[in-house]
């Protein structure tokens, strides 16, 4: 039975842990996963489905030997909170997360559940001691390599080759925020750049970003990975074609949404089937701490040409070839 259900204040989580934990006597195993997004955001939805798909070719069949338990939280974190702990009380065989604020609260509740993580950076944030070995109880995928931070300046300054003046929308409670602002400061003042460091925490705070960014000429903006921010894509892409500035995105969501331009880890279907090879391998008997943390494999370029029309821009050839999807 596939548990979906938020439940509020956890009433019943004293009854289900027991009949699922009888069932794991019988080799049946639990799964829980943690997703702070809407229930009803078919991307996700999608990706969780392709981790599913993908674990059954593996051996794991739901209603035979394995249960799934999903909590969908949003990005509340006091959801994300109350769902991973009561997560960790079920005692599950494996638990899988997304995303860098939903680790440390994992990381807080259980040191033995093992746990597989996708997340920006998990050595910097503390999630493990190393890439090659973790050495606790979790293990993963990285999303991003900070080096792409400056493959997005590098992009976005060949699309819009007067930009002079950039800023960096982050959420400055994710945990590699900072990761971002600085490397960016760095590759922009390499790249003849002014850095602007833009921390965010809701649209409010991104109105006057890119409304301060459209104030003088020659301004654009990046927006690294980040949950809450991407949530906020539509406003975002709509701001950004309003205020007439050129900005360029990790996800190409934001691209499909009416943004200019997208360069950043292939987040999908392909990423997530990675993702089930670990949690079959912990299912295994494997240990987090020996299996090592996966860098990305492939990255994508994503142009929309009547953006980039709209903002008055002519896209290089050299550019547009190396674009893995044009929208027209």
């Known amino acids: 039975m596939r548990r979906r259900e938020f439940i509020v204040g956890f009433g019943v989580a004293g009854v289900w842990p027991l009949s699922a934990r009888a069932q794991r006597g019988g080799r049946v195993r639990l799964a829980g996963l943690l997703l702070p997004f809407p229930e009803n955001n078919a991307v996700m939805q999608a990706n969780v489905r392709a981790l599913r798909e993908e674990l059954e070719k593996l051996g794991w069949s739901e209603g035979g030997n394995i249960k799934f338990d999903e909590r969908w939280t949003t990005d509340n974190m006091d959801l994300v909170r109350a769902a991973a702990a009561n997560l960790v009380e079920l005692k599950p065989d494996v638990i899988f997360s997304v995303g860098d604020r939903v680790v440390p609260v994992l990381k807080q509740l259980t040191n033995s559940i093992p746990i597989v993580a996708l997340a920006s950076d998990h050595v910097g944030s503390g999630f493990v001691e190393s890439l090659a070995r973790p050495g606790g109880n979790i293990t993963g995928l990285s999303v991003i390599e900070f080096s792409v931070i400056g493959k997005m300046l590098e992009i976005l300054k060949r699309m819009a080759p007067g930009i002079s003046r950039a800023g960096i929308i982050y959420n400055p409670d994710n945990p590699v925020g900072a990761i971002y602002s600085r490397t960016f400061d760095v590759i922009a003042k390499q790249l003849a750049v002014q850095p602007i460091d833009l921390p965010v925490h809701g649209i409010g705070d991104i109105e006057r970003a890119i409304g301060s960014l459209a104030e003088q000429p020659n301004g654009g903006f990046l927006v690294p990975p980040d949950l809450t921010i991407s949530t906020l894509r539509a406003e975002i892409t709509a701001l950004a074609a309003h205020q007439g500035v050129p900005a360029i995105y990790s996800n190409r969501a934001y691209v499909l949404q009416g943004g200019l331009v997208s360069y950043g880890a292939e987040f999908g279907g392909e990423f ?28 994508r370029l994503d142009i929309n040409l009547k953006a980039a029309k709209a903002l008055g821009l002519e896209i290089p050839p050299s550019v547009l070839v190396m674009a893995d999807e044009v929208i027209e």
């Not at 079959?280 to 240990?287: A, I, Q």
Request: no cysteine.
């Open 272 to 299: 997530f089937r990675r993702a089930a090879s670990y949690v079959d391998r912990v299912l295994r008997g494997e240990k987090p701490a020996d299996l090592p943390i996966q860098q990305p494999t492939k990255y």
